[in-house]
């Protein structure tokens, strides 16, 4: 059995209109989501063998204070692919990861986050901005995941987390 988390980029700023989309910083409510995310994953216990990231610097800026806050060190990827990739992309860059990992964080952008989600359980589901699925996948190799259909058995949104869920006092 494979797990697979699901991470849409934390909220960026449009503050600088000359500053291409690669390269949009997050804003101070993105800063704070990505904590929140990465303090859920540490008190849910969730384990991440593998990071595969968007190299985009609001994706890098997210799972940078994500695993700082969940206090996790995982091998972290950045793959231009990712990137404006549609689901079809990210399922050819998971259909490449070594069959040993046992639960993977991919760190992209929608429209393909929330199409891989729905390709993957479906079901649709909104992403917006910091939200983190987690999803469970029968199969023992990555490259197999679309034989059968996933189950969603978590999705949570950074600003409707409460804080007994993040470990806030």
């Known amino acids: 059995m494979k797990t697979l988390l699901l991470l849409r ?16 910083p997050l804003n101070d409510r993105g800063r704070k989501a990505a904590e929140v995310v990465g303090k859920y994953i540490a008190r849910q216990n969730i384990t991440i063998d593998l990071v595969i ?53 991919l760190v992209g952008h929608n429209p393909g986050m929330e199409e891989l989600l729905a390709l993957l359980v479906g079901v649709e589901q909104h992403m917006p901005t910091a939200s983190l699925a ?14 059968e259909k996933g189950v969603l058995e978590s999705f949570v949104k950074a600003r409707e987390l409460k804080p007994e869920e993040v470990g806030r006092r």
Not at 9 to 23: C, G, V, Y
Not at 53 to 72: E, G, H, K, M
Not at 80 to 103: F, G, M
């Open 9 to 24: 980029h934390a909220k960026s700023s449009w503050k600088d209109p000359s500053l291409p989309d690669f390269e949009r």
């Open 53 to 105: 990231s968007s190299p985009a610097v609001r994706a890098r800026q997210t799972i940078d204070l994500v695993l700082r806050a969940a206090r996790r060190s995982p091998e972290l990827r950045f793959d231009q692919r990712v990137y404006e990739a549609s689901p079809t992309r990210l399922l050819e860059i998971t259909s490449q990861i070594e069959d040993d990992r046992k639960s993977v964080l």
């Open 134 to 147: 987690k999803v469970l996948l029968s199969s023992k190799k990555w490259d197999k995941i679309l034989a």
